[in-house]
């Protein structure tokens, strides 16, 4: 087998990351079979000899370094130098040399005293363990000969047993037991024995063997040995690969390689020679290939070949950086310098040559990479690809572009009719759609001129087309359901009426100034209730359905929504998923029943379209995170297993190549199901176990109980046992890391016992078993992946480049096929990837990983018998991205903007490549528990890591800093560290402090006492919070700086000095005389204005409801008369809302009427229990204020002046929709109730009985987008710059606790045509609603002089808005810079027009509807 392990062209430029630094991991032993020295590791100090830094056996030449099979120390086998169980000993005088657990809780102890000259060898034995009968049997091992010697000196009451042992007994003390043995031979070199207690004979063994103890040698003995230089180098070598191939400093390498050294003088010292030694360091005919060293030159010409390897050993030992060109030559010379350096002693070169290297292997290392058309001198050679060209929007094929223009799209038919509609039916469109078809397109567009519904469908199909379609009064539901047909009066000529439904035929488009024809149908409804229109199309007998289901036209926002209600199943396959969870019993029994299920369910799956394939994917990944039960009371052969499995994949395969629009969702299932295969695959699972363990002799315990697990229903926990077991042996029978194994990877000892044939012991291996285990259980782990796991690296390339096996009873007679018609050179990059997979520098692994994805992905779009086969391959390489960029996330510690970015890159194109659909690369999904783990297990996590990584690099790039000051107020208090604001937000602290707050939503009160908040979390700048701080001169930043934050978090309970500006804060620790002089600073803040704040209690004024032109301060609060006061003095082009409402006094009023005396009695009760400060009383204060009822005069003087402006009245859809209202009015009521302001008022002691609440009612306007403007830039208090945000939706996102960041801009007043944008929005998420009627708080306690009310109250719209994921790579706000300006400069006209309006800086909330701005409430900027 030929280990390469470099790959560079010319010796200028050796000192790169291509060279190989591991080989595979899969050697057969279970030991990775390391190609190269790592010189670094156990390297001489500065001044020790050439020799000693060169310890190759490989030439570094031309294009690769090589090492053969037979070398002398390029490729080491694990040496077992004392095949018992050997208890290390250190140098100390005494030190403990070992420590067991034994059966039953015993534990033995055993130390060892190191001898100076003249002195004993002490070995003191102790057992927590009483009895009279207990005996050590034990003996002496003299000069390595593994028989007994029975020491001359015993101690007391040792007799002989049968001159085979010594028996001494033990010394008693209360739960313990003693024993010391004094060794006074020289030539004993270890120590064995037993424990016995003979009463019982009972007797404690090491694991079925002897204790040996190495006893340390005499350094007497020592001086007079040496060992050759060479060993010493490989021994140290080893040293570093059982240890994990750590870095070590200069001083830990000088240690490594004395203790290395001092290691092969003891083995000299008992009696190894050094023939020896080397043949079990090395190979032993390895001493014959050496000999080929005189032709390398004459003493003073140092080949170039030797240079390059010196050069090599230099840059690995520097921790292999990148070197520039110039860097690389000087290295190169530096080499040269050390070697001459060697010369000069008197070494000879054919010595040099003998430590370092080895002949006969530049042929062969040019002769091999004359194939190779990757590889350059740093990395793989990418080829240049398009990344635009795995971008897809849609899930149908893009239309090919010939020639890249700067030219805009021309614009296909439909769009086209969608213009002309759009100029022709002006702003009343409702909602708007365009469906691609394969390579045609549907448009549904719907709007609403003068209170009818139009709908208009248009399509570019040239063949003859009918619409099938039906009106419902039910969201998704046709009335056929409930033998109602559309009425005649809707229906366009030509329909025919059929049984429940209509069809019509679509119709050449009037609109004749279009250069290309379309089809098209116009639906016109003039009654009300109908909230959508189902339809499916018909051409040429067939049907066409959106992704298999019906279409659906809804009547107002159309919108992606996130599943709310979880219990009726909308948004769902339901009857898919019933089926499934009717099934879940019967798939319990194994993983056969389970995966047989699902190929039964494919079929049914595609019928429902790709909801039908989430569902399959939902309860395939609960089963793959062992959410469901993989085993109950059934036992299933390995094979029908995988058979099962097998089966499964195919069918997959088959949907996959069939469907393209399921891939991405096909491939995410495929991810959570193993291979499986027919035949003997499965089979294998049952018969390697019993090679194991005939071949080890471990037919008894842990291994043939798991025997029986696999035997009855294997399952993927058996990958992750084997390993287990695996990394138990390495770990020279460590049991813990056999149990961490397990448990990292979920297996606890529950699960174990849990399985039909649990799993009651652990293992308890013999070290003489342990090569043999190694190996066997390294080959057993392919059989069980070839199985379980298909997305395995290591098992899907071998499944694609094939493999052949014929003996030593693992995959006996297995011969896998390579897959025909791979790529050029394809064999090669994934041999690179194998040799890569475990580098601590990724950049190289990252690079072949992703040239692999892009070289295979034409073949995933093409039929082909093994494309699973590819598919597991593809999702191995996408995981493997994923670990790759974990590993190398250190790395990026010191990185710079643009690395950071490159990785980016890199795992951006690493998304593209895995889903089919890319609008997951501009969401951010927090939706629920399972959406989230599955985000965290794929490629879009990397991604996440990355960008947060990027965050203060880009900042202080931009020399941002790392603050944002939302609320720049310089204070003095003391540090508190809290995990949430909301938390703390109802207590009051007892001095001034500043708190620490890791989570800041956005919508929570500051706590009585706060000085000052600091925080990583990133509410808006204009969220509630924020206001609040700045109303309250309060100190409010963000940091960025994680170093930052940790050193402010170590100084919790101190007091600090915070001094911000616009864009830092600068902190200090203020001691001594300062800490009275700044709690007088303190002092002089808080007294403000709060003693000035008073109320007036409001009176009713004998109306229920009043119109905008009565609003005064008598009947109304200061949000309702600002609104009414803009009404027609603000320009046309600024819309105002409708408002009405229910002034003053009103809801006491309604407390006092008569059918309302129940609740009045329970509110005066919860009142009382309030006044007793039992705080839980406010919870029921609002539940009770909840069943009031309204009378009859409300009801009235509400709808008349609801009517009488213009306004809908929600009763006449019915009586349903006006209790909807009601509720919504008291909700407004009960908020006087909320804990936040009820704290609020009470800290600034207003009376809060005399807090009155007025109700503003307003028809809300469906909005495109939501603003807050604050006409006085809030965070550097510059009065000509307007600072605003906005966001997606109505702007509850904006104030309230969503998370991410709205878009945020300034502009100056003298120049509104340029805003500035100073961010862009990450909401993942935003609000819509249907058209209806929001019901706005409107107290007598807002905007009071000194005290900051707003936002304390509820404002409660009639109908629940949906939440919605939000696409920004489609929202012209982000992508068209036009529209942007546009947009942006009339909210800040708006602003300025406002401002000057009132006379003072204003804090405005508004939005925008197809361009219009509608301003919704005004009031002073604080």
Known sequence: MSNSIGRNVLHQSLLCSTVFEHQSNRHSSGIPANSLFQAVSINQPAGASAARKSPLSTKFYGTSLNARPKMAMGRHRPVLITPRAVLAVDSASEQLAGKFNLEGNVELQITVGAPTPGSLTQVNIEISYSSNSLLLHWGAIRDKKEKWVLPSRQPDGTKNYKNRALRTPFVSSASKSFVKIE?????????????????????????????????????????????PEDLVQTQAYLRWERKGKQIYTPEQEKEEYEAARTELLEEIVRGTSVEDLRAKLTNKNDRQEIKESSSHGTKNAIPDDLVQIQSYIRWERAGKPNYSADQQLREFEEARKELQSELEKGISLDEIWKKITKGEIQTKVSDQLKTKKYFRTERIQRKQRDFMQILNKHVAEPTEKKNISVEPKALTPVELFVGATEEQEGDSILNKKIYKLADKELLVLVHKPGGKTKIHLATDFKEPLILHWALSKKAGEWLMYGLQAPPPSVLPAGSVLLSGSVETTFTTSSLADLPYQVQSIEIEIEEEGYVGMPFVLQSGGNWIKNKGSDFYVDFSYESKQVQQDFGDGKGTAKALLEKIAGLEIEAQKSFMHRFNIAADLIQEAKEAGELGFAGILVWMRFMATRQLIWNKNYNVKPREISKAQDRLTDLLQNVYISNPEYREIVRMILSTVGRGGEGDVGQRIRDEILVIQRNNNCKGGMMEEWHQKLHNNTSPDDVIICQALIDYIKSDFDISAYWKTLNDNGITKERLLSYDRAIHSEPNFRRDQKDGLLRDLGNYMRTLKAVHSGADLESAITNCLGYRSEGQGFMVGVQINPIPNLPSGFPELLQFVSEHVEDRNVEALLEGLLEARQEIRPLLCKHND????LLFLDIALESSVRTAIEKGYEELNEAGPEKIMYFVSLILENLALSLDDNEDLIYCLKVDIFTEEMIRAGSAAALSLLLNRLDPVLRKTASLGSWQVISPVEVFGYVAVVDELLAVQDKSYDRPTILLARRVKGEEEIPDGTVAVLTADMPDVLSHVSVRARNCKVCFATCFDPNI???????????????????????SVVEGSELQDSSSANLKEEDGPSSSVTLVKKQFAGRYAITSDEFTGELVGAKSRNIAYLKGK???????????????????????????????????????????EDHSALREIRETVLQMKAPNQLVQELKTKMKSSGMPWPGDEGEQRWEQAWMAIKKVWASKWNERAFFSTRRVKLDHEYLCMAVLVQEIINADYAFVIHTTNPSSGDSSEIYAEVVKGLGETLVGAYPGRALSFVCKKNDLKYPRVLGYPSKPIGLFIRRSIIFRSDSNGEDLEGYAGAGLYDSVPMDEAEKVVLDYSSDRLITDGHFQQSILSSIARAGCEIEELFGSAQDIEGVVRDGKIYVV?????M
């Open 1130 to 1172: 603000v320009p046309s082009w600024i819309g105002i809302p409708t408002s009405v409402a229910l002034p003053f006094g009103v809801f006491e009023k309604v407390l006092s009427d008569n059918i309302n005396q129940a609740v009045a009695e329970k509110l005066q009760i919860l009142k009382q229990k309030l006044g007793e």
């Open 183 to 227: 060794i006074d031979d020289p030539a004993i070199v270890a120590v064995e024995f037993l424990i016995l207690d003979e009463a019982q004979n009972k007797w404690f063994k090491n694991n079925g063997a002897n204790f040996h103890v190495k006893l340390p040698i005499r350094e007497e003995l020592i001086q007079n040995v040496s060992v």
């Open 866 to 869: 093994r494309l699973k086969d």
């Open 1417 to 1421: 409430q005004t009031r002073p900027q």
């Open 1045 to 1067: 934050l940790a050193d402010l978090q170590s100084n919790e309970g101190k007091m600090l000095h915070l001094k911000p500006t616009s864009a830092d804060i600068a902190y």
